[in-house]
């Protein structure tokens, strides 16, 4: 059975091996390896930490039998935007590959359109890498509209993303 609920400090180690595996099962054939090292680095203990004390984040953890496959992450904007009115940033939603299309995804998102709705915000904003087919659909099928183009970082490697744009 899978399970959801708010992430702590204890589940840093879960959601740091979650995002790990999950981003570079996805995405790291695409980046040289120390380009894919550099990136990684930036994601300490310490970093996650701050992360979870910052007033305006929040995670959300999906468990099945006591084990993380997947999370949310939203917070206020930090993407280069000009929100129209009060909006929040679906920061990461990162899922290991067995989780995919089993609803996990699909549970995360409404818990981020809630998060995003009960804190007031009109707007909701994503970044997804340009050919994250299966992301941009996704989102698209959520309501998401490209509006943008967000140069991301790994390493040294300059990735296209698109902004993506749902109103609330």
């Given amino acids: 059975m899978i399970t959801y609920r708010d992430a702590g400090v204890a589940d840093i180690p879960a959601i740091d091996a979650l995002f790990r595996a999950s981003f570079v099962g996805t995405f790291g054939h695409l980046y040289p390896p120390e380009d894919l090292t550099a990136f990684l680095a930036k994601y300490t203990a310490q970093a996650w930490a ?9 995670i959300r953890l999906a468990e099945e039998d006591g084990a993380a496959i997947g999370f949310a992450k939203v917070s ?20 290991l590959e067995g989780a995919k299309g089993r609803g996990v995804a699909d549970a995360l998102m409404h818990w981020a359109i809630d998060q995003a709705k009960g804190r007031g915000a009109e707007e909701l904003f994503l970044s997804v890498y340009v050919d994250n087919h299966r992301g941009k659909r996704f989102y698209a099928r959520y309501g998401f509209e490209d509006v943008g183009a967000y140069t991301f970082m790994v390493g ?12 609330i």
């Fill in 50 to 58: 701050d992360d979870l004390t910052q007033a305006d984040l929040r």
């Fill in 76 to 95: 206020d904007i930090t993407l280069p935007v000009t929100p129209a009115g009060p909006a929040l940033e679906l920061r990461q939603l990162y899922l």
């Fill in 156 to 167: 040294s490697h300059a990735d296209e993303d698109r902004l993506m744009r749902r109103a």
